[in-house]
Protein backbone atom coordinates (compact mmCIF):
# COMPACT_ATOMS: atom_id res chain seq x y z
CA UNK A 1 0.00 0.00 0.00
CA UNK A 2 1.30 3.54 -0.79
CA UNK A 3 2.40 5.57 2.25
CA UNK A 4 0.32 8.77 3.29
CA UNK A 5 3.06 11.90 2.80
CA UNK A 6 3.07 13.16 6.45
CA UNK A 7 2.77 17.50 6.25
CA UNK A 8 5.79 18.43 8.01
CA UNK A 9 9.07 18.75 5.50
CA UNK A 10 11.68 16.28 5.53
CA UNK A 11 14.24 16.68 8.87
CA UNK A 12 17.88 17.62 7.85
CA UNK A 13 21.05 15.67 8.56
CA UNK A 14 24.70 15.98 7.78
CA UNK A 15 23.81 14.31 4.91
CA UNK A 16 21.38 16.42 2.98
CA UNK A 17 23.09 19.58 4.42
CA UNK A 18 25.02 21.18 1.42
CA UNK A 19 28.10 22.49 2.27
CA UNK A 20 27.70 25.40 -0.44
CA UNK A 21 24.90 27.34 -1.76
CA UNK A 22 22.97 26.76 1.13
CA UNK A 23 20.14 29.46 0.31
CA UNK A 24 19.16 26.83 -2.67
CA UNK A 25 18.61 23.61 -0.65
CA UNK A 26 14.72 22.59 0.89
CA UNK A 27 13.19 20.04 2.77
CA UNK A 28 9.37 20.76 1.53
CA UNK A 29 7.82 17.61 0.90
CA UNK A 30 5.37 19.12 -1.77
CA UNK A 31 8.60 20.19 -3.55
CA UNK A 32 10.67 17.18 -3.21
CA UNK A 33 7.21 15.19 -4.36
CA UNK A 34 7.38 17.19 -7.22
CA UNK A 35 10.55 17.29 -8.31
CA UNK A 36 10.72 13.37 -8.36
CA UNK A 37 7.34 13.35 -10.44
CA UNK A 38 9.04 15.01 -13.03
CA UNK A 39 11.18 12.67 -14.12
CA UNK A 40 11.84 9.14 -15.18
CA UNK A 41 15.55 8.04 -14.54
CA UNK A 42 17.56 8.29 -11.47
CA UNK A 43 20.68 7.55 -10.55
CA UNK A 44 21.25 4.64 -7.92
CA UNK A 45 24.42 5.21 -6.20
CA UNK A 46 25.93 2.39 -4.18
CA UNK A 47 29.61 0.86 -3.28
CA UNK A 48 30.19 -2.63 -4.71
CA UNK A 49 33.32 -4.38 -3.90
CA UNK A 50 34.80 -1.80 -2.59
CA UNK A 51 34.04 0.59 -5.16
CA UNK A 52 31.77 3.64 -5.51
CA UNK A 53 29.28 2.32 -8.57
CA UNK A 54 26.35 4.78 -9.88
CA UNK A 55 23.92 3.31 -12.20
CA UNK A 56 20.79 4.94 -14.48
CA UNK A 57 17.30 3.38 -13.65
CA UNK A 58 13.60 3.91 -13.86
CA UNK A 59 12.02 5.28 -10.99
CA UNK A 60 8.79 5.78 -9.38
CA UNK A 61 7.28 7.85 -6.46
CA UNK A 62 4.45 5.72 -4.20
CA UNK A 63 3.83 8.55 -1.82
CA UNK A 64 6.65 8.39 0.66
CA UNK A 65 8.47 5.62 -1.43
CA UNK A 66 10.49 5.17 -4.20
CA UNK A 67 10.38 2.21 -6.38
CA UNK A 68 13.52 1.51 -8.20
CA UNK A 69 13.24 -0.96 -11.49
CA UNK A 70 16.09 -3.18 -12.38
CA UNK A 71 16.94 -6.94 -13.40
CA UNK A 72 17.44 -9.73 -11.38
CA UNK A 73 20.64 -10.09 -12.42
CA UNK A 74 21.71 -6.42 -11.35
CA UNK A 75 24.25 -6.68 -8.68
CA UNK A 76 22.67 -3.84 -6.21
CA UNK A 77 19.46 -5.71 -6.60
CA UNK A 78 21.15 -9.16 -5.34
CA UNK A 79 22.77 -7.05 -2.65
CA UNK A 80 19.53 -5.55 -1.16
CA UNK A 81 18.15 -8.62 -0.24
CA UNK A 82 18.32 -9.72 3.60
CA UNK A 83 20.02 -6.31 5.27
CA UNK A 84 19.22 -3.72 2.18
CA UNK A 85 21.49 -1.85 0.64
CA UNK A 86 22.76 1.83 1.67
CA UNK A 87 22.42 3.80 -1.47
CA UNK A 88 22.45 7.68 -2.55
CA UNK A 89 19.40 8.33 -4.94
CA UNK A 90 19.29 11.40 -7.27
CA UNK A 91 17.53 13.11 -9.60
CA UNK A 92 17.95 15.96 -11.93
CA UNK A 93 16.41 18.58 -14.00
CA UNK A 94 18.20 21.10 -15.62
CA UNK A 95 15.72 24.10 -17.06
CA UNK A 96 18.23 26.67 -18.56
CA UNK A 97 21.65 27.27 -19.23
CA UNK A 98 23.23 30.71 -17.60
CA UNK A 99 25.69 32.57 -19.42
CA UNK A 100 27.47 34.93 -18.12
CA UNK A 101 29.76 37.49 -19.23
CA UNK A 102 32.83 35.88 -17.29
CA UNK A 103 33.16 32.84 -17.86
CA UNK A 104 33.38 31.99 -14.01
CA UNK A 105 29.63 32.88 -13.04
CA UNK A 106 28.40 30.72 -16.33
CA UNK A 107 25.47 28.34 -14.41
CA UNK A 108 22.85 26.18 -14.68
CA UNK A 109 19.29 26.62 -13.86
CA UNK A 110 18.41 23.42 -12.22
CA UNK A 111 15.75 21.05 -9.75
CA UNK A 112 17.27 18.25 -7.82
CA UNK A 113 16.80 15.93 -5.00
CA UNK A 114 19.08 13.39 -3.20
CA UNK A 115 17.89 10.52 -1.24
CA UNK A 116 19.96 8.29 1.10
CA UNK A 117 18.88 5.52 2.84
CA UNK A 118 19.22 1.48 3.25
CA UNK A 119 16.78 0.05 -0.16
CA UNK A 120 15.27 -3.24 0.42
CA UNK A 121 14.31 -5.94 -2.60
CA UNK A 122 10.87 -6.29 -2.79
CA UNK A 123 9.48 -9.85 -2.65
CA UNK A 124 6.01 -9.58 -1.79
CA UNK A 125 4.11 -10.64 -4.80
CA UNK A 126 1.89 -8.49 -4.15
CA UNK A 127 3.69 -5.21 -3.63
CA UNK A 128 5.80 -5.72 -6.43
CA UNK A 129 3.05 -5.98 -8.89
CA UNK A 130 1.79 -2.41 -7.47
CA UNK A 131 5.26 -1.46 -7.66
CA UNK A 132 5.56 -2.07 -11.50
CA UNK A 133 2.10 -0.79 -11.62
CA UNK A 134 3.21 2.62 -10.23
CA UNK A 135 6.33 2.26 -12.60
CA UNK A 136 4.41 2.09 -15.61
CA UNK A 137 1.79 4.77 -15.08
CA UNK A 138 4.91 7.12 -13.34
CA UNK A 139 5.89 7.49 -17.08
CA UNK A 140 2.81 7.22 -18.93
CA UNK A 141 -0.79 7.74 -16.49
CA UNK A 142 -3.34 4.98 -17.33
CA UNK A 143 -1.12 3.16 -19.56
CA UNK A 144 -0.56 -0.27 -16.29
CA UNK A 145 -4.18 -0.24 -16.67
CA UNK A 146 -4.08 -0.27 -20.96
CA UNK A 147 -1.61 -3.07 -21.22
CA UNK A 148 -0.86 -7.15 -20.48
CA UNK A 149 0.44 -7.10 -16.82
CA UNK A 150 3.43 -9.41 -16.41
CA UNK A 151 3.15 -12.53 -16.68
CA UNK A 152 4.60 -15.61 -13.97
CA UNK A 153 8.17 -15.50 -16.05
CA UNK A 154 8.22 -11.66 -16.75
CA UNK A 155 7.63 -11.17 -12.82
CA UNK A 156 10.58 -13.77 -12.31
CA UNK A 157 13.06 -11.62 -14.24
CA UNK A 158 12.26 -8.65 -13.04
CA UNK A 159 13.88 -7.09 -9.71
CA UNK A 160 12.56 -3.58 -7.73
CA UNK A 161 14.19 -1.79 -4.68
CA UNK A 162 11.96 0.42 -2.26
CA UNK A 163 13.38 3.16 -0.65
CA UNK A 164 11.42 4.92 2.02
CA UNK A 165 12.09 8.51 1.86
CA UNK A 166 13.53 10.06 4.99
CA UNK A 167 16.57 11.36 4.74
CA UNK A 168 15.94 13.78 1.64
CA UNK A 169 16.66 17.32 0.14
CA UNK A 170 16.04 19.06 -2.43
CA UNK A 171 18.31 22.24 -4.46
CA UNK A 172 17.21 24.59 -6.60
CA UNK A 173 18.53 27.28 -8.94
CA UNK A 174 16.86 29.30 -10.65
CA UNK A 175 16.70 33.00 -11.65
CA UNK A 176 19.38 35.13 -13.84
CA UNK A 177 22.90 35.98 -14.30
CA UNK A 178 25.07 36.99 -11.54
CA UNK A 179 27.83 38.90 -12.64
CA UNK A 180 30.73 40.92 -11.07
CA UNK A 181 29.76 45.14 -11.00
CA UNK A 182 32.66 45.75 -13.23
CA UNK A 183 31.59 43.01 -16.04
CA UNK A 184 28.68 44.45 -16.35
CA UNK A 185 30.06 46.76 -19.11
CA UNK A 186 31.37 44.07 -21.27
CA UNK A 187 30.68 43.31 -24.37
CA UNK A 188 29.35 40.10 -24.36
CA UNK A 189 26.20 38.29 -24.82
CA UNK A 190 24.65 37.69 -20.88
CA UNK A 191 21.00 35.76 -20.43
CA UNK A 192 19.30 32.49 -19.80
CA UNK A 193 19.05 29.80 -22.94
CA UNK A 194 15.65 27.45 -21.71
CA UNK A 195 16.42 23.91 -21.64
CA UNK A 196 13.14 21.81 -21.24
CA UNK A 197 11.28 18.45 -22.99
CA UNK A 198 8.87 18.08 -24.77
CA UNK A 199 6.21 15.02 -25.50
CA UNK A 200 6.10 14.43 -29.21
CA UNK A 201 3.00 12.63 -31.39
CA UNK A 202 3.07 9.34 -30.98
CA UNK A 203 4.66 6.79 -33.46
CA UNK A 204 2.57 3.45 -33.90
CA UNK A 205 4.30 0.14 -34.01
CA UNK A 206 5.41 -1.35 -37.40
CA UNK A 207 5.17 -4.73 -35.96
CA UNK A 208 1.88 -6.19 -38.06
CA UNK A 209 -0.58 -5.78 -34.97
CA UNK A 210 -3.75 -4.60 -34.93
CA UNK A 211 -3.90 -0.71 -35.75
CA UNK A 212 -5.59 0.41 -32.56
CA UNK A 213 -6.28 4.26 -31.93
CA UNK A 214 -3.84 6.95 -30.15
CA UNK A 215 -5.25 6.58 -26.70
CA UNK A 216 -6.49 9.63 -24.91
CA UNK A 217 -3.91 9.65 -22.15
CA UNK A 218 -1.51 10.17 -25.11
CA UNK A 219 -2.75 12.34 -27.20
CA UNK A 220 -3.61 14.41 -24.62
CA UNK A 221 0.08 14.66 -23.16
CA UNK A 222 1.47 15.82 -26.91
CA UNK A 223 3.29 19.23 -26.20
CA UNK A 224 3.39 18.81 -22.50
Known sequence: MPTTPP???????????????R???AY?????????????????????DGAPAVLPTLYAR???????????????LRDAG??????????????????ARSAFHHSVNYRSVVAHGTARRVTDEAERRRALEVLVDAAVPGRAADCRPPNARELAATAVLALDLAEVSAKVRAGGVNEEPEDLSLPHWAGVVPVGSVIGEPVPADDGGPRVPVPRYLTARQGA
Not at 7 to 21: E, F, G, S
Not at 62 to 71: N, V
Not at 86 to 91: A, D, E, L, S, W
Open 23 to 25: ERV
Open 82 to 99: GAGLPVCVTVTHVDGLVL
Open 7 to 21: ADPYPPTPRTTPTRA
Open 62 to 76: DGERLYLHGSTGSPP
Open 28 to 48: DRELVHAILDAGYVCHLGFVR
